[in-house]
């Protein structure tokens, strides 16, 4: 139940009895509450939640590789490793290769951690951008690469983002574009945060 507006409250050992002994007039302005519903009375909705999901399927031994002409193309992540907060809320589908949002307004903070190789790193780069409702796609970047001759580097694109009733409804694809040359992606991760709860 809400926790009406201005209400006062005094703390009481769990083994004390908070049944109400008064009159009926007297009952009917009292309640108790736990310490959970304070947590859904100051963040909305119970824990705010995250997600981690690892991808298996492209390892060092066999990456995922972007050539320059295939344009944009999902990253995959099969999610074969999840390990879910507190909430154990569904932010990320494999099924649809989709990032998910919880409800309308939310913020979320996105890490996709994944090691990338090129042959050529003066003239390759990734292009990355979600890909979704509405202006979603404005959230994107480039990553450059430091170290030629196949040699892998690690990366980390850190994102916040907020969800409207497009990306509740249907979610959005994480997209990568090789431009320059070949890339080559693996040992795939998505860290997704829940960071404040919209209604």
């Known amino acids: 139940m809400p926790i009406p507006s201005g209400t006062k409250f005094h703390g ?19 309640d108790a509450y736990t310490i959970e519903d304070f947590v859904t009375a100051t963040t909305g909705v119970g824990p705010l939640g995250w997600g981690r999901y690892d991808d298996s399927q492209y390892t060092a031994a066999s990456p ?3 050539d320059e002409v295939d344009g944009f193309v999902v990253l995959p992540n099969n999610a074969a490793t999840t390990v879910l907060g507190p909430g154990n809320y569904t932010l990320y589908d494999s099924a649809t290769q989709k990032v998910l949002g919880l409800n309308e ?13 090129a042959i050529n790193a003066n003239q390759t780069h990734l292009d990355w951008k979600l ?3 509405g202006d979603i796609s404005r959230v994107a970047g480039t990553i450059a690469y430091h170290k030629g001759n196949n040699e892998p ?3 980390n694109v850190v994102v916040q983002y907020y969800t409207d009733a497009g990306f509740v409804a249907s979610g ?3 997209q990568f574009q090789s431009h320059g040359g070949q890339s080559k992606v693996w040992d795939i991760i998505y860290f997704i945060q829940r960071t404040q709860y919209g209604g």
């Open 12 to 30: 009481v050992a769990p083994s004390v009895d908070t049944t109400d002994k008064g009159s009926a007039s007297r009952d009917a302005l009292r």
């Open 131 to 133: 890909v979704g409702s």
């Open 172 to 174: 959005v694809e994480i």
């Open 105 to 117: 307004n939310d913020t979320y903070v996105l890490t996709i951690a994944f090691n990338a190789s």
């Open 64 to 66: 995922f590789v972007i």
């Open 153 to 155: 580097q690690a990366e």
